[in-house]
């Protein structure tokens, strides 16, 4: 009985709470009745029902949703449109007939649109997704005539900002500005400074959702380092894409460029800090954006308007910002975007570099680059890295050959008649670490854009530039690499040394190439008729596989020092002078005289590429002017120098100081003896004239003669065959003639000049035998034995007016009887004895009568002379002048 009570009252339970729940299709009327209100999240809102009191009448409701629990900035609303009709678009800028609007934030919230938030309009039967920027959004729908043909559907959901990855990336937490610091007071403006790569993310409002309408946002976008790069290639872009749903009657929009492609909805972006710098580009449109921007600097402004009024359809764009690592400071002066001063004085020592241009330009650009060195330097440029890539991101298309080109100039302009290389986009290959050289100190690079770029050139290339001392000490020979010559009627002195440009180490080929560098010395006889060639050091590297040892065989790196002439000889090999080793002098016989570097080319450039110091140091000088007379005096058995040459006196103009130097060769096994018959110096001092004798193989001068000690030509010593031996290392260039004894002057011409006059005879030593009496045996060659009987002289310099025999010294010598010399009364006055002492015969008297005859003639001549004068004074003094 109890059973069936409680059985009848839970029926009659059940049967109430059946009676008194509505339908769902009652909720959703009711929801459908409902406008103006406050709605929970995750409620789905649909438009109101279609009354007859509210057919074809104006309509108007706005929906707010509740507020979040917690901290309401660290959440969003995602607000998806189910389907959405209302109004028509008309123009891209009004709605027509009704509108929906979304409000995102209020006065309260840290950004909000509440003073403009444009409207949407049209028809829209594909989802579509608002992503608020706040925690508070309000939804207004308005309809000037609401029918069954007007209606919206929509639902939300809250997410923590954390949760929108596409927006906030990954760790947001340590990247709170990572989109950047919000402009007080704006809806979209926002400030990103020093931005690297996935730390500063520039979005359209609401992304990755619809954007809002009357838009005017600002970035002002920063890097730490040029150049600022947008990294927006093949990322998703919709701005403007789609003014309808249907793609039939509003087909996508492909990405264009330029205000008059897209006059409503569009991001434009400014080369600099604000709206008053160069415009990179204007864009719109629907799909992967094609192309990063590179800016010029540090920073960039973007800017993005959208319309008043659009379609529920376009989700805006999304890119991260960082700099292009394709700066580098470049030691030159800078003229506007991309024109350079590139001069040595700025470089200093060391090499300079630029880059191709790395960030976008305008089409029509020309960007050029000035070396420019010292007076005498030359320039080289030459590219590590260099790539030649299609246009990816022209400006303005363009289809022929060699829109963008980089040329070569070996000048200081761009002379297309001195072009060195030209390289195009189209069909150039490039040319890594090759020398690019300037004949002068100039070299001009510029490159050209008929496209211009978003992103940099399509040449790209790492340029390095120096720049090399080529100043020639000589006079360069045309056509060579180092080949220099040296002309008396150019300098009559000076200085030379290897190669200042050490760009000529570098050497071509493989196996590389010697490198051989001549330095010719050229004279005339009617200017100078010697040349000398001091080589002050030599310091060549070691060679890795040679010895200096054997210097003519060896490929070790050397000087050779030769006449230029047959029959000059071998000449002169170094390899290695210094440490305290004395200087190579060569005095040429000739009026040529030729120095020759070699270098082995395997080592060339590691050892002595931009390496500074000489491998060689030089002075020349030419010398022996014809006031001088004769240089070479072959071996004979006498004769003289006289100075000065007098038959030059009347065609050579005196030079303020002068050296000569003459070479006296002696016969094999003869001594030799200078005597003065006259000497003169223009003063005591030796700067004023100095003679000094050199003996054969030495650097020192034997004796040195000037005005303080001229009184030593008295007793000057017989120089023995011992003394004039063989030839030293020094001078090896004349191995197979005799030695010979080298006699220098050097001295001023001043009015009081020097003058003497210097005579030798070579003279045969007699020999003696162990007890010291002389071998007669060797006397064949004697023509008459000289007072002392220490040496003899040739018969045919016998009585000739010259005293060729030196003055005996010592106890040997009796001043009371002295011996009869080759000049002497005894020796010219009677026929010459067997043995070398009689006088002259016949001859001497018939010479000695012939004179006496001939001084009778002067002095008659003299008395009449003297008569016609006294005769002519006795008459009238008027003397007539003519005019």
């Not at 058995?637 to 130097?661: M, N, Q, W």
């Given at each position: 009985?109890?059973?069936?009570?409680v059985?009848?009252?839970?029926?009659l339970?059940l049967?109430?709470?059946?009676?008194?729940?509505?339908?769902?299709?009652a909720?959703?009327?009711?929801?459908?009745?409902?406008?103006?209100?406050?709605?929970?999240?995750?409620?789905?809102?649909s438009?109101?029902?279609?009354?007859?009191?509210?057919?074809?009448?104006?309509l108007?409701?706005?929906?707010?949703f509740?507020?979040?629990?917690?901290?309401?900035?660290?959440w969003?609303?995602?607000?998806?449109?189910?389907?959405?009709?209302?109004?028509?678009?008309?123009?891209?800028?009004?709605?027509?007939?009704?509108?929906?609007?979304?409000?995102?934030?209020?006065?309260?919230?840290?950004?909000?649109?509440?003073?403009?938030?444009?409207?949407?309009?049209?028809?829209?039967?594909?989802?579509?997704?608002?992503?608020?920027e706040?925690?508070f959004?309000?939804?207004?729908?308005?309809?000037?005539?609401?029918?069954?043909?007007?209606?919206?559907?929509?639902?939300?959901?809250?997410?923590?900002?954390?949760?929108?990855?596409?927006?906030?990336?990954?760790?947001?937490?340590?990247?709170p500005?990572?989109?950047?610091?919000?402009?007080?007071?704006?809806?979209?403006?926002?400030?990103?400074?020093?931005?690297?790569?996935?730390?500063?993310?520039?979005?359209?409002?609401?992304?990755?959702g619809?954007?809002?309408r009357?838009?005017?946002?600002?970035?002002?976008?920063?890097?730490r380092?040029?150049?600022?790069?947008?990294?927006?290639?093949?990322?998703e872009?919709?701005?403007?894409?789609?003014?309808?749903?249907?793609?039939?009657?509003?087909?996508?929009?492909?990405?264009?460029s330029?205000?008059?492609?897209?006059?409503?909805?569009?991001?434009?972006?400014?080369?600099?800090?604000?709206?008053?710098?160069?415009?990179?580009?204007?864009?719109?449109?629907?799909?992967?954006?094609?192309?990063?921007?590179?800016?010029?600097?540090?920073?960039l402004?973007?800017?993005?308007?959208?319309?008043?009024?659009?379609?529920?359809?376009?989700?805006?764009?999304?890119?991260?910002v960082?700099?292009?690592?394709?700066?580098?400071?470049?030691?030159?002066?800078?003229?506007?975007?991309?024109?350079?001063?590139?001069?040595?004085?700025?470089?200093?020592?060391?090499?300079?570099?630029?880059?191709?241009?790395?960030?976008?330009?305008?089409?029509?650009?020309?960007?050029?680059?000035?070396l420019?060195?010292?007076?005498?330097?030359?320039?080289?440029?030459?590219?590590?890295?260099?790539?030649?890539?299609?246009?990816?991101?022209?400006?303005?298309?363009?289809?022929?050959?060699?829109?963008?080109?980089?040329?070569?100039?070996?000048?200081?302009?761009?002379?297309?008649?001195?072009?060195?290389?030209?390289f195009?986009?189209?069909?150039?290959?490039?040319?890594?670490?090759?020398?690019?050289?300037?004949?002068?100190?100039?070299?001009?690079?510029?490159?050209?854009?008929?496209?211009?770029?978003?992103?940099?050139?399509?040449?790209?290339?790492?340029?390095?530039?120096?720049?090399?001392?080529?100043?020639?000490?000589?006079?360069?020979?045309?056509?060579?690499?180092?080949?220099?010559?040296?002309?008396?009627?150019?300098?009559?002195?000076?200085y030379?040394?290897?190669?200042?440009n050490?760009?000529?180490?570098?050497?071509?080929?493989?196996?590389?190439n010697d490198?051989?560098?001549?330095?010719?010395?050229?004279?005339?006889?009617?200017?100078?008729?010697?040349v000398?060639?001091?080589?002050?050091?030599?310091?060549?590297?070691?060679?890795?596989?040679?010895?200096c040892?054997?210097?003519?065989?060896?490929?070790?790196?050397?000087?050779?020092?030769?006449?230029?002439?047959?029959?000059?000889?071998?000449?002169?090999?170094?390899?290695?002078?210094?440490?305290?080793?004395?200087?190579?002098?060569?005095?040429?016989r000739?009026?040529?005289?030729?120095?020759?570097?070699?270098?082995d080319?395997?080592?060339?450039?590691?050892?002595?590429?931009?390496?500074?110091?000489?491998?060689?140091?030089?002075?020349?000088?030419?010398?022996?002017?014809?006031?001088?007379g004769?240089?070479?005096?072959p071996?004979?058995?006498?004769?003289?120098?006289?100075?000065?040459?007098?038959?030059?006196?009347?065609?050579?103009?005196?030079?303020?100081?002068?050296?000569?130097?003459?070479?006296?060769?002696?016969?094999?096994?003869?001594?030799?003896?200078?005597?003065?018959?006259?000497?003169?110096?223009?003063?005591?001092?030796?700067?004023?004239?100095?003679?000094?004798?050199?003996?054969?193989?030495?650097?020192?001068?034997?004796?040195?003669?000037?005005?303080?000690?001229v009184?030593?030509?008295?007793e000057?010593?017989?120089?023995?065959a011992?003394?004039?031996?063989?030839?030293?290392?020094?001078?090896?260039?004349?191995?197979?003639?005799?030695?010979?004894?080298?006699?220098?002057?050097?001295?001023?011409?001043?009015?009081?000049?020097a003058?003497?006059?210097?005579?030798?005879?070579?003279?045969?030593?007699?020999?003696?035998d162990?007890?010291?009496?002389?071998?007669t045996l060797?006397?064949?060659?004697?023509?008459?034995?000289?007072?002392?009987?220490?040496?003899?002289?040739?018969?045919?310099?016998l009585?000739?007016?010259?005293?060729?025999?030196?003055?005996?010294?010592?106890?040997?010598?009796?001043?009371?009887?002295?011996?009869?010399?080759?000049?002497?009364?005894?020796?010219?006055?009677?026929?010459?004895?067997?043995?070398?002492s009689g006088?002259?015969?016949?001859?001497?008297?018939?010479?000695?009568?012939?004179?006496?005859?001939?001084?009778?003639?002067?002095?008659l001549?003299?008395?009449?002379?003297?008569?016609?004068?006294?005769?002519?004074?006795?008459?009238?003094?008027?003397?007539?002048?003519?005019?």
């Amino acid at each position: 009985m109890a059973a069936a009570v409680v059985g009848g009252w839970g029926l009659l339970a059940l049967a109430i709470l059946t009676l008194a729940t509505p339908s769902p299709a009652a909720i959703r009327k009711t929801e459908r009745d409902h406008c103006n209100k406050t709605v929970d999240i995750y409620e789905d809102v649909s438009s109101p029902a279609v009354t007859a009191a509210t057919w074809g009448r104006p309509l108007t409701c706005w929906y707010r949703f509740r507020s979040f629990r917690g901290t309401p900035r660290e959440w969003i609303l995602r607000v998806r449109f189910k389907k959405f009709k209302v109004g028509v678009l008309a123009n891209a800028t009004t709605c027509v007939g009704g509108f929906l609007q979304i409000i995102d934030g209020n006065a309260k919230t840290e950004v909000s649109n509440r003073k403009d938030p444009g409207v949407f309009c049209g028809e829209s039967e594909q989802p579509q997704t608002f992503i608020s920027e706040t925690s508070f959004v309000r939804v207004l729908f308005h309809a000037e005539n609401f029918t069954d043909q007007t209606y919206f559907s929509f639902d939300s959901r809250a997410e923590q900002q954390t949760e929108v990855y596409l927006r906030y990336g990954q760790h947001p937490e340590l990247y709170p500005n990572r989109r950047g610091e919000v402009v007080p007071g704006s809806y979209c403006e926002r400030v990103f400074k020093d931005c690297r790569l996935q730390t500063c993310y520039v979005q359209s409002p609401a992304y990755p959702g619809v954007y809002p309408r009357a838009l005017h946002c600002k970035y002002r976008l920063n890097t730490r380092l040029p150049f600022i790069k947008l990294y927006i290639e093949n990322e998703e872009f919709n701005i403007d894409g789609q003014r309808c749903e249907n793609i039939m009657t509003c087909p996508m929009r492909p990405i264009s460029s330029g205000s008059q492609h897209c006059p409503y909805d569009y991001i434009r972006v400014f080369d600099g800090m604000n709206e008053t710098s160069p415009v990179i580009g204007t864009f719109c449109g629907m799909g992967k954006f094609p192309y990063s921007i590179i800016g010029t600097s540090e920073d960039l402004y973007v800017e993005f308007v959208s319309s008043p009024a659009g379609p529920l359809l376009n989700t805006g764009f999304h890119f991260n910002v960082g700099n292009w690592p394709g700066h580098v400071e470049t030691a030159g002066v800078k003229n506007g975007s991309c024109d350079w001063l590139l001069s040595s004085e700025t470089l200093g020592a060391g090499e300079g570099i630029f880059l191709s241009v790395a960030h976008w330009y305008p089409p029509h650009t020309s960007c050029t680059y000035l070396l420019k060195g010292r007076p005498g330097e030359i320039a080289r440029l030459y590219f590590p890295s260099f790539r030649v890539n299609r246009i990816e991101s022209p400006i303005q298309l363009y289809d022929g050959d060699c829109g963008e080109s980089l040329t070569l100039y070996d000048a200081d302009w761009p002379d297309d008649a001195r072009i060195i290389k030209t390289f195009c986009d189209t069909f150039s290959r490039p040319m890594e670490k090759h020398d690019f050289v300037s004949t002068s100190n100039a070299l001009f690079v510029r490159f050209e854009s008929k496209t211009g770029s978003y992103s940099g050139s399509s040449l790209y290339y790492w340029a390095h530039y120096d720049f090399f001392n080529a100043t020639k000490f000589g006079e360069a020979v045309p056509n060579t690499e180092c080949d220099e010559t040296f002309a008396a009627w150019k300098a009559q002195s000076g200085y030379l040394r290897s190669p200042l440009n050490t760009l000529v180490y570098k050497r071509p080929g493989d196996p590389p190439n010697d490198l051989t560098c001549t330095y010719s010395f050229v004279t005339d006889k009617r200017l100078f008729a010697r040349v000398i060639l001091t080589v002050e050091a030599v310091t060549f590297k070691d060679h890795p596989y040679a010895q200096c040892g054997m210097c003519w065989d060896s490929r070790a790196d050397r000087i050779i020092v030769k006449e230029p002439l047959p029959g000059s000889g071998k000449g002169s090999c170094v390899c290695r002078l210094g440490n305290g080793s004395p200087p190579l002098r060569i005095v040429s016989r000739g009026e040529k005289l030729d120095l020759k570097l070699l270098v082995d080319g395997a080592h060339a450039a590691a050892s002595y590429f931009k390496h500074s110091s000489p491998l060689f140091e030089a002075k020349y000088e030419f010398a022996h002017s014809p006031l001088c007379g004769p240089a070479l005096f072959p071996a004979t058995t006498d004769g003289e120098i006289e100075f000065p040459h007098y038959e030059a006196l009347g065609y050579v103009t005196p030079p303020r100081s002068i050296k000569c130097i003459w070479e006296l060769r002696v016969n094999p096994e003869r001594d030799l003896w200078l005597h003065f018959d006259k000497i003169k110096f223009a003063s005591r001092s030796c700067e004023d004239g100095k003679l000094d004798i050199f003996l054969p193989g030495m650097t020192e001068p034997y004796l040195g003669i000037c005005g303080e000690n001229v009184s030593v030509v008295r007793e000057m010593p017989i120089l023995s065959a011992a003394q004039l031996g063989p030839v030293g290392p020094i001078s090896e260039s004349h191995e197979d003639e005799p030695p010979a004894v080298i006699i220098q002057f050097t001295g001023s011409m001043a009015p009081a000049r020097a003058a003497f006059k210097i005579a030798w005879t070579e003279l045969f030593h007699l020999p003696r035998d162990e007890s010291g009496a002389i071998k007669t045996l060797k006397l064949e060659d004697c023509g008459f034995r000289c007072p002392g009987d220490a040496v003899c002289i040739s018969t045919r310099l016998l009585c000739n007016g010259v005293v060729n025999c030196p003055t005996p010294t010592g106890t040997a010598f009796n001043a009371s009887f002295p011996e009869a010399d080759d000049e002497s009364p005894q020796t010219c006055g009677g026929p010459v004895a067997a043995d070398g002492s009689g006088v002259v015969g016949p001859a001497g008297w018939a010479g000695a009568g012939l004179g006496a005859g001939l001084a009778a003639l002067l002095g008659l001549a003299c008395f009449v002379a003297v008569c016609r004068l006294c005769r002519r004074r006795g008459r009238s003094r008027d003397i007539h002048v003519p005019y």
